[in-house]
């Protein structure tokens, strides 16, 4: 018997509603690693895979804020055990794709998994940190609580296909949001691993939506769409921001843009939570 | 598009056969030819990969829209509600004059005079179930009581449901003498008749079921209530307008197609108006030969309209809920 065996070559597909489906559109493209190698083929998403993941995202947003802060930090928490069990394949993907050494990538998936673990214990203690009890001329409690801007919009790093993407798409998820993510153009197989972890992880279907292809296409209308609550434009070109910026702008979303690494550490989670206030009578 | 274009010749000459007796009637019905549910199903699937775009995809969308029987039929159901469907029927979307009304608001029976005072002598049609709708399930009595209460209270279309025990269990003499009876009961209202295909099993039933329907008096043929499990299927409906091409072919009379249930994005309507299209002919893609019962439907129309104006996606809550 011969000890030659055919290769099984995986399909990179979108995260759309807990399913893997092909881009609706049909379409997809080669993804190079950082030498120049092939790597694989990936579904090259279209705007109806945004609109569709719009759809889903809002779908469930209402479920996922209305668990309980424990129970979201119990799922996220979920996705750091997975992500750990699956590490040597993060690990040879961050690699290849940001053409990293073996050891360099590794420390660099543990800090992501760890940083996921951050965030599941962040989930509640938002409200104690950004919300508060004003002091007020009357007989009331008054309270400021954060509550999530709704569905986000996520351009995710160009370079950080691993790192910056799960900050950027967990820190939303933390807060309570729902997330359509748009993964790195040139390096997003990181980004789709990280989805298929979601489905093991207890994550309700449509809470992560993870949409490969080309950025310059799909931004756009992700900015536009008025059922969009927030984007984060970080991977986007800074001289195709102002654009974005005016687009997003038509339906007043809140913009976030990462500028400066050394920010403080919740400015992802500021970026898109707003603030409730609530008035209580002090009752005797 | 003329229907002669379409291949589709209305008599002129013949008419409508009488009808004296069961034994005709069920001759009639099962010298009918078998439906092929394998070739329906298949043209079916392949008329709904249909792209319709741009111009033709706007004009769909308001053709559909003048299409929409404004539909509630809950229990929990209150004149205030009904009040803010008929506005709703009337002026879509008020922030747009150029979106037509729709077809007709359809309630229950004891809402017909609070939808009638509300849209007074408009356009828009009040359409009321009677016959103990959904189930049809109460003696011819009580069916007729039902339907003179809804005409009485103004009702311009009356929604009726065939008994589709006595139908299965092969008493189409019964099914037929109930229709002619609402059928008088209606006077100038026009009669839609609701087959339920969903409990009729076979596509065969439902040819059946549309040419008993139309030979006994229906002003338009329905496909379901919307209150059981399989609403309103493209095939079903695929089935019911060629058998309201056969019977315009065969006897000179033209009647309506109404599918309710279940359709709630454009892109289904958009379908159904494909299927309208390429069966019966251009001639029944108008609001007086063509329904679609639904609640959901019509803003998800109001939603793509908007899209296609503005070219980006657009809130679902721009547009009231029921």
Redesign the interface.
């Known amino acids: 018997m011969s000890e030659e065996r055919l290769d099984v070559r995986k399909t990179y597909k979108l995260l759309i509603n807990g399913a893997f489906p092909r881009s609706e559109s049909g379409r997809s493209y080669k993804v190079e690693t950082a030498t120049g190698e092939f790597l694989a083929n990936v579904a090259q998403g279209s705007r109806k895979d945004v609109r569709d993941a719009v759809v889903a995202a809002r779908g469930v947003q209402q479920k996922w804020w209305g668990a309980t802060p424990y129970n979201r930090g119990q799922v996220i928490y979920r996705l750091a055990e997975m992500a750990e069990s699956r590490r040597a394949e993060l690990r040879e993907h961050v690699m290849l794709c940001e053409g990293l050494e073996l050891e360099v990538a590794d420390r660099l998936v543990s800090r992501t998994i760890d940083t996921m673990i951050w965030y599941a214990g962040w989930t509640d203690k938002i409200t104690q940190v950004l919300g508060g009890a004003n002091p007020v001329a009357g007989p009331f409690f008054n309270f400021s609580l954060p509550v999530p801007s709704g569905v986000i919009g996520i351009v995710s790093s160009q370079d950080s296909s691993f790192e910056g993407f799960v900050d950027a798409a967990l820190a939303p998820i933390a807060a309570g949001n729902t997330v359509v993510a748009l993964a790195s153009e040139r390096r997003p197989t990181p980004a789709v691993l990280l989805g298929e972890m979601t489905a093991t992880s207890d994550f309700p279907p449509g809470v992560l939506n993870v949409i490969t292809g080309v950025t310059s296409e799909l931004a756009p209308v992700l900015c536009a769409h008025e059922d969009v609550d927030g984007v984060d434009l970080t991977g986007v070109a800074p001289e195709d921001v102002d654009e974005l910026n005016v687009v997003a702008a038509g339906s007043i979303k809140r913009v976030f843009r990462l500028r400066d690494v050394d920010d403080d550490a919740l400015r992802r989670i500021r970026a898109f939570v707003e603030t409730s206030t609530v008035w209580h009578t002090i009752g005797q | 598009m003329t229907p002669e274009d379409r291949g589709v010749r209305i008599a002129t000459t013949s008419a409508v056969p009488n009808i004296d007796s069961e034994s005709q009637l069920k001759a009639l019905l099962s010298g009918m030819s078998g439906v092929d549910a394998v070739g329906v199903e298949g043209r079916c699937a392949k008329l709904a990969t249909r792209s319709i775009k741009k111009s033709s995809k706007m004009s769909a969308i308001d053709l559909a829209i003048s299409m929409v029987d404004l539909t509630t039929l809950e229990g929990a159901d209150t004149p205030g509600r009904v009040t803010s469907l008929c506005t709703k029927a009337l002026r879509p979307d008020p922030s747009d004059l150029t979106v037509p009304s729709c077809a007709a608001v359809c309630v229950y029976p004891d809402l017909v005079a609070h939808a009638r005072s509300v849209l007074g002598n408009s356009r828009v049609a009040v359409a009321s179930v009677a016959t103990a709708f959904p189930s049809g399930r109460a003696s011819l009595k009580v069916k007729l009581l039902d339907v003179a209460d809804a005409v009485s209270a103004g009702a311009d279309e009356v929604d009726m449901v065939i008994d589709r025990g006595a139908f299965l269990s092969g008493r189409l003499g019964q099914v037929f003498e109930e229709i002619v009876a609402v059928k008088a009961a209606c006077g100038e209202a026009h009669l839609k008749v609701i087959l339920e295909t969903g409990e009729l099993v076979t596509y065969d039933n439902v040819r059946r079921a549309s040419w008993l329907a139309m030979l006994a008096g229906a002003d338009f043929i329905k496909t379901s209530t919307g209150k059981v499990t399989v609403n309103a299927t493209p095939p079903a409906a695929l089935v019911m307008l060629e058998a309201a091409r056969d019977f315009a072919e065969s006897t000179g009379r033209i009647v309506g197609v109404k599918v309710a249930g279940g359709i709630r994005t454009t892109k289904q309507a958009i379908s159904y108006l494909v299927i309208v299209n390429e069966t019966a002919g251009s001639l029944w893609l108008t609001p007086e030969l063509f329904r679609f019962g639904a609640s959901s439907l019509l803003n998800d129309l109001l939603m793509q309209r908007l899209k296609q104006q503005r ?6 809550d ?1 547009f009231s809920g029921d």
């Open positions: 070219g980006a996606y657009v809130r679902p721009e």
